[in-house]
């Protein structure tokens, strides 16, 4: 984005830019930027050795790969999916096409917990899904990526459905009049314009499912060092009224997850600038 | 450019704060709040109803009696940040304890100033196994043997989880072995668990309804709503020592000296102790302490040898530090069962 003055100056419907920039600080203060920081404080009550005990002790870091792994793995299943998903949706006209788009959404809707509780209970080994699966999926890593996929789906599909719309068919239509083929249209026409919003519920999916705890925790079986997420752990030490402990790997998790969320907003800026959008 | 699409995720917090302020601002007429653990729901909503008529009748004042229940630790929690309770009550004392500790809302001996600890109800740990007991699991040393699975909600975020840790742990001292054997008993009990649930709730459905495990540990006063819920498809086998879940209460002393309501909190609390408040205790399953109705109704719970957390591991503070806190005791036991 270009900050010069022009754009400062520049006149809009909405009341002038001091008020709307005031407005927009100090709601991001309370509901945002105050309560995290609370978490940077308590952690300040520790000694960088005691802080570092706490958030690299073996079992945290166990709980650290399966979280971002599984998130990692969520969200790439739903970059995948979700893009087929909204294709259908945007491209096609079928029997209740509205209430499939609507399904969509549900993930956003439910507490998480029922939506854990129905998970676990579908894919455990006598459930609907899961006696016909020849593996473990309740109670393993797996479940795990299960009910972080289920979460972030809706992210991938209502970032692209927008985009899909306002894409012209024309443009795909042209380059099958200049010879390419269907694989060459996707990959040279249609995926460089959708990669921006891709990448947006990518990043939007990856995020959510890192700090997931309520769908997570039925499906999980927390065992030590094989199933436990980050966020039970930071659970287990509130539980122990250990408010700094808790918030030491609460910070460790929103730093990684800034950090990586930070690159890929900068990957879209670049995609969008090769483009010369 | 992809618009970011407006996002549903963070009503709860919304309602979180809407919430709260409210329960506050009714002060005007008297209410007692009561913030309890999970399964007490059930008791305290017959409990109430009995005291306010109680009340009524004694001292002619209208009493609204609100219950808040939760996951204890967490109920704990907000009472000690501020969620204004009149009275707590618990199923272990270390979430009372932290009233004390964190909140400087009651006196650190508040367990003396009522009968029997402050605790008017116990419970005991009992294990539940299928229909038949087609494993003949007897006591707990048969829930270490290899080919059982065993369902116990996790120690680190549910009290029914440390009772029954204790509880086993606690037998095996009872029955004469050694605390390094007591030990080695604990991590193959917990080397038997395929599933560590967060609370005693989500283990019961766990192995009631997806029928994964051959034993249950959970509260004596649990087993007849598990019944009621799944039919009678299991056995309840009493082994020969277990604990003695105390069931503790007390007034938040800050609380209602800032709302007025002493005299009502202690009236509340001390029926419990009366007959009819033992009688409602028993009916939903939690031993009480009067002999007359512990004898009346007898049938219901059996004889069996127990001991008390104070008794065995010194109170819950010591045992809480030297068990459950992190690189405690259970850490050790539950690494070192899940690495074999």
New interface residues.
């Given amino acids: 984005m270009i900050f010069s003055r022009t754009l400062l100056k520049r006149h809009t419907v909405l009341p002038g830019f001091d008020l709307a920039l005031g407005f927009t600080v100090l709601y991001l203060s309370f509901i945002v930027l105050i309560p995290l920081s609370a978490a940077f404080l308590k952690t300040a009550t520790m000694t960088w050795p005691a802080f570092w005990d706490t958030v690299s ?1 073996p ?1 945290v870091v166990a709980s650290y790969k399966l979280t971002f792994g599984a998130s990692l793995a969520g969200a790439l299943l739903n970059a995948f999916f979700g893009l087929i998903v909204a294709w259908v949706l945007v491209r096609y006209e079928f029997p209740l096409k509205r209430i499939v788009d609507a399904l969509v ?1 549900l993930p ?2 439910l507490p998480t917990a029922v939506a854990g ?1 129905a998970l ?2 579908l894919y ?4 609907w899904i899961g006696q016909w699966l020849p593996f473990k999926v ?2 393993t890593p797996l479940g795990v990526f299960v009910a972080l996929t289920f979460i972030g789906l809706p992210f991938v599909v ?3 459905q ?2 899909l719309e306002d894409l012209s068919r024309e443009l795909e239509e042209a380059a099958a009049t200049l010879g390419a083929s269907r694989w060459q249209t996707f990959r040279h026409v249609i995926f460089p314009i959708l990669s ?2 891709l990448l ?1 519920g990518f990043a939007l999916a990856f995020a ?1 499912a890192l700090g997931e705890y309520g769908s997570v ?2 499906i999980a ?6 199933s436990e997420i980050t966020p ?1 752990l930071i ?8 408010y700094a ?1 808790a918030t030491a790997i609460a910070v460790v998790m929103l730093v990684t997850a800034f950090t990586l969320l930070l690159a890929i907003n900068g990957l879209q800026a670049w995609t ?1 600038a090769r483009q010369g ?1 | ?5 407006p ?3 963070r009503r709860a917090v919304l309602g979180l704060l809407l919430a709260l302020p409210l329960a506050a601002a009714q002060a005007a007429d008297i209410s007692l709040l009561n913030v309890s653990y999970d399964v007490s729901r059930e008791f305290y909503k017959d409990y109430n109803a009995a005291f306010a008529a109680h009340w009524q009748k004694t001292s002619g004042e209208v009493l609204t009696l609100k219950q808040s229940h939760g996951g204890s ?2 109920q704990a ?1 907000s009472v000690a940040e501020g969620l204004e309770a009149d009275v707590i009550t618990m199923n272990q004392a270390n979430d009372i304890d ?1 009233l004390h ?2 909140g400087g809302l009651i006196p650190a001996d508040w367990a003396k100033r009522l009968p029997n600890n402050s605790a008017p109800t116990t419970s005991v740990s009992v294990i539940l196994v299928r229909k038949g007991n087609p494993l003949k699991i007897l006591d707990w040393t048969d829930l270490g043997r290899s080919g059982v699975s065993v369902i116990i909600p ?1 120690p ?2 549910s009290g029914n989880g440390r009772y029954t840790y204790l509880a086993a742990w606690g037998a095996a001292l009872k029955n004469g072995v050694s605390p390094a054997a007591a030990q080695a008993l604990a991590e193959r009990i917990f080397r038997n668990v ?5 609370g005693g709730r ?1 283990a019961t ?1 766990t192995f009631a ?4 495990g051959d034993a249950l540990v959970t509260f004596e006063s649990e087993v007849p709503l598990i019944q009621r819920e799944f039919g009678d498809d299991f056995d309840v086998i009493y082994p020969r020592w277990t604990v003695l879940a105390e069931n503790p209460v007390s007034v938040v002393d800050k609380v209602v000296d800032k709302r007025g309501t002493r005299k009502q909190a202690e009236a509340y609390l001390r029926h419990l102790w009366s007959p009819e408040g033992q009688t409602i205790a028993a009916k939903h399953a939690l031993r009480p302490r009067d002999p007359k109705v512990l004898a009346a109704y007898a049938k219901a719970f059996p004889k069996v040898g127990t001991f008390t957390i104070d008794e065995v591991f010194g109170g819950w503070k010591k045992a ?1 530090k030297d068990h ?3 690189g405690g005791l259970y ?1 050790q036991v ?2 070192r069962a ?1 690495q074999k």
């Fill in positions: 002790s079992r959404d956003f809707a509780i676990t209970a455990a080994e006598n459930g309740s109670f209502r970032t692209l927008p985009v921006p919003a947006t959510r925790i039925f079986g927390n065992m030590p060092m094989v039970l659970i287990t030490k509130l539980e122990q009224y250990d402990g969008r959008r | 450019m992809p618009g970011r699409i996002m549903a995720g630790s967490k929690r932290i500790d964190r996790n680190k975020t395929p599933v560590l649930d967060g989500g459905t309804q997806r029928k994964i809480q459950f806190d992190d850490d539950i690494l899940k």
